[in-house]
């Protein structure tokens, strides 16, 4: 990363982001594109090793995550995962990185009797929504995925869920931001917001015309924002490896009620993940693990046998609705509370907030309103 000139530091920009995760990145890169001048600010290092995309799955998945009660949300997801095909071209060409999109689909499978009949459950759901899935006899989900324990007891195939790798998207992230002139600047903890700009923990104002705050699970506790409703969920997470010489273990996603497995293609998985309400504490625990590596072992018996990598946590941010904020709010234009879609929700996200940037129509549902909370301590 090319260093920073005194004056370019100082500099006012058009806009500046708070935030150099997944979204951020993605938003200072799609509207740098349409010609604004753009600062991104992040408190650690870039690519941003506490950014919840560093955890993340990087699963495509809005027809395995429908909910009949979040139907905007459907809506918002179908849309993002629809426009990432053309998302991870046009960012693989603009970085000249990979970023591991995998056409894949998933399939979502039970253990047990209780587990079978939530499987129906969904299946019929995603009917009545009209999205496609593919109803499947544990012998059919078996020859699609040979890895499948033989107990499982029912199974349905999400051919349009598909994966990509969060980690190598924001490493390409960051190339095509450099390359369009955005100001990057890791190791900048922003204490402060306003529609004027941002107030570093080092007393530094970096002005700007607009501030877009897309900093995940630490919104909340930036000032001049207030009763922001955004709150860390900790998720633990396994990265497994296939022993050198040994071919991939799955093929597709495979999910389960309360977990996942996600083949990166090269013989690494990821399994998750946990959702424990522990504040900001990040701390892998030996229960995490157990629950992670019991439930798979039930349903994938080879991931036993892979090589235990890493094991992590990180933090989704959610709101109440577990829908994300998009738009202006308080002066400020927000890009959070993404809770588990925030890598699928990246195109669609980045689009509408560059789009408002621009002075264009984003065309974001009110669904998605910040206002839709009223903030604590708030007049009412």
């Not at 992040?42 to 799955?57: D, I, M, N, T």
């Not at 179908?78 to 990979?98: I, K, Q, T």
Request: with cysteine.
């Amino acid at each position: 990363m090319t260093p920073l000139s005194p004056r370019s530091a100082r500099a006012a920009r058009d806009v500046v982001v708070v935030g150099g995760g997944i979204v951020g990145l993605a938003v200072a890169w799609r509207a740098a594109r349409r010609g604004l001048s753009v600062t991104v600010c992040e408190r650690g290092g870039l690519p941003s090793y506490v950014a919840a995309a560093h955890v993340a799955a990087g699963m495509l998945a809005p027809v395995a995550e429908a909910d009949a009660q979040e139907r905007p949300l459907l809506r918002l997801g179908l849309d993002s995962a629809a426009r990432w095909p053309a998302f991870a071209a046009e960012l693989e060409e603009a970085s000249g990185l990979s970023v591991g999109y995998r056409d894949c689909g998933t399939l979502v499978v039970a253990r047990d009797r209780d587990e079978a009949e939530h499987v129906d459950r969904e299946i019929r759901l995603r009917e009545a929504l009209g999205v496609p899935v593919a109803r499947l006899l544990p012998s059919a989900a078996r020859c699609v995925e040979p890895a499948l324990a033989p107990t499982i007891r029912a199974a349905f195939h999400a051919p349009d869920d598909h994966a990509v790798d969060p980690r190598a998207v924001c490493e390409a992230l960051l190339v095509a931001c450099e390359r369009v002139d955005v100001e990057l600047r890791p190791g900048c903890e922003v204490r402060a917001v306003t529609g004027g700009g941002v107030t570093l923990a080092s007393g530094e104002h970096v002005t700007a015309g607009r501030t877009v705050v897309a900093a995940g699970a630490w919104a909340a506790r930036i000032a001049g924002l207030p009763g922001l409703c955004v709150r860390p969920v900790k998720g633990q997470v396994l990265r497994l490896a296939a022993r050198a010489g040994e071919g991939p273990l799955l093929e597709h996603v495979v999910r389960w009620d309360g977990g996942y497995l996600v083949p990166r293609g090269d013989g690494r998985v990821v399994l998750g993940a946990t959702m424990e309400d522990r504040g900001y504490d990040t701390n892998v625990t030996a229960l995490g693990v157990y629950e992670l590596l019991r439930d798979a072992g039930e349903l994938v018996p080879g991931v036993l046998e892979l090589d235990l990598e890493c094991a992590l946590a990180g933090l989704r941010p959610a709101t109440p609705d577990n829908a994300p904020l998009l738009g202006e709010w308080e002066g400020v234009v927000l890009a959070c509370g993404h809770h588990r879609n925030g890598v699928l929700l990246t195109p669609a996200t980045a689009d509408r907030i560059a789009a408002l940037l621009a002075g264009e129509d984003p065309h974001i549902d009110p669904a998605f309103a910040p206002s839709r909370f009223t903030p604590v301590g708030a007049p009412r």
